[in-house]
């Protein structure tokens, strides 16, 4: 099947630094990408939807300021999480959007210090 | 998205047939029923999906209803492996469709 990777799968970051996550679509391109983020014993949390060329979409009460989302290509999107804090930390997992199948990433774990 | 209640835990023992049933009685006619597995600190692993009729792969079988409220997922011979969180997801099946996660179903594969 198709294959979304993520880069870095973990980063441990200071107080107040910004760190960049990226998803790339391995074999297929994807218009669409979404950004789901997942703290500890709890589901996916939805945070945006990415599209190719165009702003990002962002879930009620996900500030787009503080978590900026670029999807410049077919096959990659980023996220990165701007000013972070310790409580950013959590684990964040991508997916990209074939027809009608939707594939996740492995997921990158933050831990901001 | 349609929302979907799934029990939060089973336990099934290992070579059995795992059962795993999922309430969706507002899924529109345009939606899937999406399943996926998530195993400890990984990303989502998709599963198997169906519109409206009965579908089979090599990882499980998925029985959907004939009025479409609920569906089962099937796991014919359960394996250690297969502990998990299983979540159903109703979706529209095109690039654009966002799946949104309930709580899931924790399997529990025991000797």
């Known amino acids: 099947g198709a294959v979304v990777s993520q880069h870095p799968s973990w980063v441990i970051c200071k107080s107040g630094t910004s760190v960049k996550i990226e998803c790339r679509s391995l074999?297929?391109?994807?218009?669409?990408m979404f950004w789901y983020r997942q703290f500890p014993k709890q589901s996916l949390m939805l945070m945006a939807t990415s599209n190719e060329g165009s702003k990002a979409t962002y879930e009620q009460g996900v500030e787009k300021d503080k978590f900026l989302i670029n999807h410049a290509s077919l096959t990659l999107s980023t996220l990165t999480v701007t000013s972070a804090h310790p409580e950013d930390s959590s684990f964040y997992i991508c997916s990209a959007s074939g027809d009608p199948e939707q594939y996740f990433g492995p997921g990158t774990r933050l831990t901001v210090t | 998205d349609a929302k979907t209640t799934q029990p939060p835990s089973m336990d099934c023992a290992e070579g059995r047939a795992a059962n795993l049933p999922c309430n969706h009685s507002?899924?529109?006619?345009?939606?899937?029923v999406y399943w996926y597995r998530q195993i400890h600190s990984q990303g989502p692993q998709y599963i198997i999906h169906?519109?409206?009729n009965n579908e089979t792969n090599e990882m499980a079988s998925l029985i959907i209803t004939e009025d479409r409220k609920s569906s089962t997922l099937i796991l014919p011979h359960a394996t250690l492996r297969d502990t998990a969180v299983y979540y159903c997801?109703?979706?529209?099946?095109?690039?654009?469709?966002?799946?949104?996660f309930g709580d899931g179903t924790t399997l529990t594969v025991k000797p």
């Open positions: 507002t899924i529109s006619g345009n939606e899937y």
């Open positions: 169906g519109l409206k």
């Open positions: 997801i109703v979706r529209v099946g095109t690039n654009a469709g966002k799946s949104t």
């Open positions: 074999d297929f391109q994807a218009t669409t």
